[in-house]
């Protein structure tokens, strides 16, 4: 079983949809969490972080919930330009290293 | 531009040959780390550096590789002997922040690599 977990994807819907994608974590000593977005053939960038008290940047929320081990983003009002791969992260162990989902892809149509 | 770097971009090799790829960081970061990512698949942790210490490596790093920091600014990442299952992007990430603490990492634009 993999240490993150992420809906299958791909996601493919039109300009103004409203997306959610989820994702679970199996280390209940993981300390941060984010979501990350990768365009094609590009580095990772980091999007946002997740709280338990959830958080919103613009039309992306974020939502952890600890005791179920469960990650989600949802994003509004989609463009085309966030079309793109986003993997759900978390952090674990002193070096605080990066733990990745496989990623789901989005493709935001005309 | 101030990112992090990383030469060379893409490297083809045949199986069985070494080779060395390079990261330069964000130059006060005193964390690097090195991801190798396959496709399909989100990037996978592989060692860590804090400033020219090698304080953890993944049971990924089979003993054919080898990372070094010697000063503690740029990084090496060598694999000996390639096989054909090391062709990936390995990637390098930096950031600034003591052990045991998160701070934001940066990727660099990874090194792609094809072992034929």
């Known amino acids: 079983r993999k240490e993150v977990e992420q809906d299958p994807g791909p996601f493919n819907v039109p300009e103004g949809a409203t997306v959610a994608f989820n994702c679970t974590y199996s280390n209940s000593a993981s300390q941060s969490f984010f979501w990350y977005r990768q365009d094609c053939r590009k580095e990772p960038k980091l999007l946002m972080s997740?709280?338990?008290s959830g958080n919103e940047d613009g039309r992306f929320t974020a939502q952890l919930n600890r005791a179920s081990q469960y990650i989600s983003l949802l994003i509004r009002d989609s463009k085309l330009s966030d079309s793109a791969t986003y993997l759900c992260?978390?952090?674990?162990?002193?070096?605080?290293?990066?733990?990745f989902g496989s990623g789901t892809q989005l493709t935001v149509l005309p | 531009d101030t990112g992090v770097s990383q030469d060379p971009r893409h490297k083809i090799t045949k199986r069985g040959q070494n080779v060395t790829f390079r990261c330069d960081p964000i130059?006060?970061?005193?964390?690097l780390y090195w991801y190798r990512q396959t496709l399909g698949q989100g990037p996978e942790f592989l060692t860590y550096?804090?400033?020219?210490?090698?304080?953890?490596k993944s049971r990924l790093l089979s003993d054919r590789f080898s990372a070094e920091r010697p000063k503690g600014s740029f990084s090496t990442l060598e694999i000996q002997r390639t096989e054909q299952g090391d062709s990936a992007m390995y990637l390098c990430a930096s950031s600034l922040g003591d052990r045991g603490s998160y701070n934001e990492q940066f990727f660099g634009p990874g090194t792609r690599l094809t072992v034929l």
């Open positions: 997740v709280y338990s």
């Open positions: 992260v978390v952090t674990t162990g002193s070096a605080r290293q990066l733990t």
């Open positions: 550096f804090q400033n020219e210490a090698q304080l953890e």
């Open positions: 130059s006060e970061h005193n964390r």
